[in-house]
C-alpha cells in the first residue's frame, strides 16, 4: 500500500489580500474560477492592509457556490479530509513580522510521518515533520477551513455545530475589527464565546481589542486564553504588550519570554519589544543580544538604522 497520500491542487499565481491563494487553490481543485476583479473591488475597504483577509476569500468562494466550514481539529481529521478528496486549509504561524497565515495542506506520508503543504510551483510540495506541524498548528488551537461543494458537505459533517458557528463569528469579528468596527467585533466576538465557551480563539481576538483600547480587561481575556491553550503564543505576547505600553517592564518581559519560549521564529519584532523592556530595566547585555536577534531574523526591517544605532551605545 502506498504510503503517501496526495491531493492534485492546481497551479494558482494570482491573488489579492480578500482573494488568497489558498482560497483560489482550493476553489479551482473544485472546478470553480473565482473573479479577481470581484475580489479587488472588496479589497477597497482595507486601504492600506497588510498580508490577506482569509474570511473575504471563504465568502467569495461561498457566493460561487461552495460551503465553507471553520472548526478545530486534529491530524487524525485532517489526514481523513486528504483521504476523502477534500484539502484543508489551516491556520500556521507566520514568519518575520508576518503574525501567522493559512496553508493548503495536501497530503501526508505515513511513513516518513510528514504533512504536505501547496507550494504553487510545478511537481513541489513542502514537506514538514509532522510533529513539528502539530505544535505549530496547535498556536493556533488548530483552527482549519475546509470549502466544498454542497453535495460534499454530508461527506465532512462530522464536527461540533457549535464549534462551527462559534468559529465563523471570530471570522467576522475580525474583518469588523479590521474595518474599524471595533465596537461591532467586541459584540460578535462575546456572541462567538456564547456560543462555545472555551473557544481561545475568540478569547484571544477580544483580548487584542481590549488591549487595543487599553482596557484591563484584556488580561483577564489573555489569561483565559492562555488557560484553554497553553500553547497560545498571541495571548503571551498580547500581555507582553500590555505590560509594556503600562510600563511594567518585568511583567512585560515574562510574557514575551514565555511566547519565545513556544516559537522562536514566529514573529521578529517580538525580540525588538523585548529588548526594550531589557533595557529599561538595564539589562543592557541582553537587550543588546535581543535586538541583534531581531535584525537577524528581520534583516530588511525599516528602522534597521535605529536598532543598530542602539546596539553600538550598549
Known sequence: MDPTHTLE??????????????????????????PLKEAAEIAKKYPNMKGSILIEGV?????????????????????????????PIVILPGVKDVVQHASLIVGYDETEKTIFHYIPEPEKIGAIPEKIFDE?????????????????????????????????LCFDGEKQRLQGKTDEAIITLKQALEIH???????????????????????????KTIHLNSKYYLAYRGLGNYYLKTKDYANAEKYYTAALEIDTTRFAPIYKNRGLVRYEQQKLGAAKQDFEKYLEQMPEARDRAGIEQAISEL
Not at 491542487?9 to 473565482?34: R, T
Not at 482549519?144 to 455545530?161: A, G, R, S
Request: net charge negative; proline share 4%; hydrophobic share 40%.
Open 197 to 223: 465557551k472555551s473557544n481561545s480563539t475568540a478569547m484571544c481576538l477580544l483580548a487584542g481589542i481590549l488591549n487595543d483600547k487599553n482596557s484591563s480587561d484584556a488580561v483577564n481575556y489573555y489569561t
Open 9 to 34: 491542487i492546481p497551479i494558482v499565481k494570482e491573488e489579492n489580500i480578500c482573494l488568497p491563494l489558498v482560497v483560489s487553490a482550493v476553489s479551482k481543485y473544485w472546478g470553480v474560477d473565482l
Open 59 to 87: 465568502e467569495l468562494a461561498e457566493r460561487h457556490g461552495l460551503s465553507g466550514v471553520i472548526t478545530n481539529s486534529s491530524l487524525k481529521e485532517l489526514k481523513k479530509m486528504i483521504d476523502i478528496g477534500v484539502p
Open 136 to 168: 505549530q498548528w496547535q498556536e493556533d488551537d488548530r483552527l482549519m477551513i475546509l470549502l466544498v461543494p454542497q453535495d460534499i458537505l454530508p461527506d465532512i459533517n462530522t464536527f461540533d455545530e457549535n464549534k462551527i458557528q462559534s468559529n465563523r
